[in-house]
């Protein structure tokens, strides 16, 4: 039996999340095998509840389970909160509590999404298939010092971008590893002309890679790759970089596909149970109107089956189930296009 923890979150969150179970609930059914699930408060729903994004009873909740399956977080009824109790803070708190280091995100272009895609017709055909890993739990979002001030009659702040030795190692192995199941190939991304950090973190890719010389290694500013990215990525297969870069990567190469209710994600740690969610955010301008695309939830289910149980089968069970769905016509409204069938979130 496995044990899932549900965090339903805000906005669309309830809405895909109640989806994505009950697709798992057919896999269990086909393949025989139980899921248990337990619900949990997370982000803006957890501040009504309790006054705080995360509450002590969702971080044992989580613990205990062998996986994590997230909707979304936030919204603009929470805009006006106190910075340090913010819907996110619940997500940061969670990856942070969990020890999450590695994001892992695949940005997929679906043959029959192509229309939606934003890249020239001929690099389309190219195809799109990049995952980007990004560090989690360290660099600049989290660095100290940290602060907001005054000085000399001026307001200012400031942020530490600071990596150790073992973040960079654990976050470069996740990348190889998983290079070695798709095309071999890792783009480490830094900004090591002009960061000491990023020096470092060259250095220890490199030495990291000499344990997987079968993958091929190479190196990009992070200004280049962003653009390099929209220009042609079939010159990418795995992209691994820190925490800030990854950030914005990982949301770019997620734009370029079009299809942003279709990207699932997985957060993964060492020894504790990993965390699903989509791309998306909670969506608030269309939540409660089934309205929203529960396919990207669907497909963190398939990455949840693949990466923290191992049943691969199952996991190919429902991407083929997403592509059938796709290739049947039916669309939601972020995806849909002149002649296929617009259905809502529980069709
Ligand atoms: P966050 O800060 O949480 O990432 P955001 O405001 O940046 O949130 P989203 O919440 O992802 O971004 O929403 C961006 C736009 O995409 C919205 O117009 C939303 O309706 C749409 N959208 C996001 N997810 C979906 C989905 N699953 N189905 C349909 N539309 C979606
Ligand atoms: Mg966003």
């Known amino acids: 039996m496995k044990k899932i923890c549900v965090l339903p979150g805000d906005g669309i969150g309830p809405e895909i999340v109640a989806q994505a179970l009950a697709v798992l609930d057919k896999v269990g059914e086909r393949f025989n095998h139980s899921f248990e699930y337990e619900e949990a408060l997370i982000g803006g729903a957890a501040i009504d509840a309790d006054g705080v994004p995360l509450p002590e009873e969702t971080v044992a909740k989580c613990r205990k389970a062998d996986a994590v399956l997230l909707g979304a977080v936030g919204g603009p009824k929470w805009d006006e909160i106190d910075p340090s109790i913010r819907p996110e803070k619940g997500l940061l708190g969670i990856r942070k509590e969990l020890g999450l280091f590695a994001n892992v995100r695949p940005a997929t272009l679906f043959p029959q999404l192509k229309e939606s895609c934003y890249l020239r017709p001929d690099i389309v055909e190219k195809g799109l298939d990049v995952m980007v890993v990004r560090e989690l739990t360290g660099g600049i979002y989290f660095g100290e010092p940290r602060m907001d001030g005054e000085k000399d009659g001026q307001r200012y702040g400031f942020n530490t971008m600071v990596y150790y030795e073992d ?19 890792v783009c480490s991304v830094d900004k090591a002309n002009v960061l000491d950090v990023s020096r470092v973190w060259r250095e220890i890719v490199i030495d990291e890679h000499a344990n997987y010389s079968d993958v091929e290694l190479t190196h990009m500013y992070v200004d280049n790759a962003a653009m390099q990215l929209v220009r042609d990525p079939s010159q990418f297969d795995v992209m691994v970089t820190g925490n800030l870069f990854g950030d914005i990567l990982s949301d770019e190469a997620a734009a370029i596909t079009g299809s942003i209710g279709m990207l699932p994600s997985a957060s993964l740690g060492a020894g504790n149970p990993g965390l699903f969610e989509p791309i998306h955010g909670s969506a608030p301008d269309i939540a409660g109107q089934d309205k929203a695309n529960p396919l990207a939830t669907i497909l963190s289910i398939s990455m949840m089956l693949r990466h923290a149980f191992d049943m691969a089968k199952e996991a190919d069970c429902i991407d083929k189930a997403v592509q059938d769905t796709l290739s049947n016509g039916l669309r939601t409204g972020d995806i849909m296009s002149e002649g296929y069938r617009l259905v809502g979130c529980r069709e």
């Open 167 to 185: 973040e960079i190692r654990r976050i470069a192995r996740v990348a190889f590893e998983a290079a070695r199941k798709r095309d071999g190939r």
